[in-house]
């Protein structure tokens, strides 16, 4: 049984005294029903939420203060977006690669690179800034099943780097300040793992990748994930109805959100404080019975937590 909006919700066992709590409840913010609700970001300059829906080719934007929704269609997938730096609207990973967007002045998007000409059962997935301005996106074999999927950067100056590759599904990434230096977290969705690469900020490349977590088959597996602004991980669990908050050094679970729909995708601060976390879903597998018994599939939630997340890094173009 899943639990509904108005289940409050306990703190994890074992959860250290600097483990987060959630202050109210899970809400709903909006019943799109999205097939695939993914890539959540809250722009800061905008004060509002923007998240895609990949198989509906669709991207969202809802303000929270007006409750005023927005939605852009597009020719293909698009599944991630950062804010740009020097100039209005995104930079996006639509189905072949990175391309830049305007939801004011654009019609549609203008490809900037494809960098997987040759893997046409391919699609990109995840994706994000790090602090530097570099966009990191992931691809993935679209029936999640082939390891084709691959870890990339694109910069400002049109750099285009592979880093890392034999992914079925990718997502992430996050970053983190550890023990041992500075971190990048990324997801092998399909294996249910979290690997840690130690990263170098200044030059973009990652180095010494490590199993941080094989996730329990209770938990579903890792999909999208942020960092919060202690550097504690959140990452929501697809198949595990959840999103869990973890010590980047050790792993250990301090803090467990139960949610009314089974496939979590992604998770991200915002609001004016930071310390918002919304949450996609997706409906996209459920049977009938299983979406009978999750009406929020495809949602928009929503949940306030104790202490605020990091804004979203703004790619350099």
Not at 33 to 49: C, F, I, M, P, T
Not at 57 to 77: G, M, V
Not at 104 to 127: K, S
Not at 143 to 171: I, K, M, Q, W
């Amino acid at each position: 049984m899943r639990p509904s909006l108005d289940t409050p919700i306990p703190p994890s066992s074992g959860a250290s005294a600097s483990a987060p709590t959630t202050v109210g409840a899970v809400r709903c913010v909006m019943t799109l029903g999205n097939a695939l609700g993914e890539g959540v970001l809250w722009s800061v300059r905008e004060q509002a939420v923007y998240w895609v829906d990949i198989l509906q080719r669709e991207l969202h934007r809802w303000d929270p203060a007006t409750s005023a929704h927005q939605r852009w269609t597009f020719d293909e997938e698009i599944s991630a977006i950062a804010e740009r730096a020097n100039a209005p609207g995104f930079i996006v990973t639509l189905r072949r690669g990175f391309a830049l967007f305007d939801p004011a002045a654009d019609i549609v998007p203008r490809y900037l690179h494809q960098p997987e000409p040759e893997r046409t059962g391919n699609r990109f997935n995840d994706g994000k800034c790090d602090a530097q301005g570099r966009f990191w996106g992931g691809s993935m074999d679209f029936a999640c099943e082939a390891p084709t999927g691959a870890l990339y950067t694109y910069t400002a100056s049109g750099d285009c780097v592979r880093h890392d590759d034999g992914f079925a599904v990718t997502n992430g990434p996050t970053w983190a300040t550890t023990a041992q230096g500075p971190a990048m977290f990324f997801n092998d969705t399909v294996q249910g793992s979290t690997y840690r690469y130690r990263c170098d900020p200044a030059t973009g490349t990652v180095s010494d990748k490590t199993l941080w977590k094989r996730w329990p088959a209770a938990d579903g597996v890792p999909d999208g994930m942020t960092t919060d602004a202690q550097g504690r991980l959140w990452v929501a669990h697809w198949g595990g109805g959840c999103v869990t908050c973890h010590d980047a050094d050790t792993a250990d679970e301090l803090a467990r959100i139960p949610l009314p729909v089974s496939q979590v995708t992604n998770c991200a601060f915002g609001g004016a404080d930071l310390c918002t976390l919304y949450i996609t879903s997706a409906r996209t597998g459920l049977t009938p019975e299983q979406l009978a018994a999750e009406p929020l599939a495809g949602a928009l939630l929503a949940v306030d937590i104790s202490t605020p997340g990091l804004p979203a890094h703004l790619f350099g173009g």
